[in-house]
């Protein structure tokens, strides 16, 4: 009988060691420092913020401008009145294929005048659409 005593002790002693487990503190003590699964999530997040906003600093630096307007010519050359901001632009660069006294849309980029004090200066890259002639001021206040 002792030796059948004796080998339940053994199989309890090695049970219990197999099964136990680390033992947790009494009270529910927050933890201090945050889970791996957060520091991830964080560092995912920043990655993706950063990401968005690169993204959209390189589209909207590269983006077509244009300006849309009427094509005066005077003694000075040719210079285009935006529609939107009603400033008057002198054109230089790629001018084939604009027309004085027509409406038009041109692709390009403001720059900065040579001059103080000058006309603002329209760099066009192409014509992106000939709207026709310009209406007159008269007649488009008219139809309103």
């Given at each position: 009988?002792?030796?059948?005593?004796?080998w339940s002790g053994v199989?309890?002693?090695?049970?219990?060691?197999?099964?136990?487990?680390?033992?947790?503190?009494?009270?529910?003590?927050?933890?201090?420092?945050p889970s791996k699964g957060?520091?991830?999530?964080?560092?995912?997040?920043?990655?993706?913020?950063?990401?968005?906003?690169?993204?959209?600093?390189?589209?909207?630096?590269?983006?077509?401008?244009?300006?849309?307007?009427?094509?005066?010519?005077?003694?000075?050359?040719?210079?285009?009145?935006?529609?939107?901001?009603?400033?008057?632009?002198?054109?230089?660069?790629?001018?084939?294929?604009?027309?004085?006294?027509?409406?038009?849309?041109?692709?390009?980029?403001?720059?900065?005048?040579?001059?103080?004090?000058?006309?603002?200066?329209?760099?066009?890259?192409?014509?992106?659409?000939?709207?026709?002639?310009?209406?007159?001021?008269?007649?488009?206040?008219?139809?309103?």
């Amino acid at each position: 009988m002792t030796s059948k005593h004796f080998w339940s002790g053994v199989l309890i002693v090695v049970l219990s060691v197999v099964l136990a487990k680390p033992a947790k503190a009494a009270g529910n003590f927050p933890s201090i420092a945050p889970s791996k699964g957060a520091v991830v999530a964080a560092f995912a997040g920043v990655a993706a913020a950063v990401v968005i906003v690169a993204v959209v600093i390189i589209h909207k630096s590269s983006s077509k401008r244009t300006i849309t307007g009427c094509v005066n010519s005077g003694e000075h050359g040719t210079s285009v009145i935006d529609d939107k901001d009603k400033h008057s632009y002198a054109l230089f660069g790629n001018t084939t294929g604009i027309k004085p006294g027509n409406r038009m849309t041109l692709q390009g980029k403001k720059t900065k005048a040579k001059e103080a004090g000058k006309t603002l200066v329209w760099e066009t890259k192409q014509v992106v659409k000939d709207f026709g002639v310009c209406q007159p001021l008269d007649s488009v206040l008219m139809r309103r």
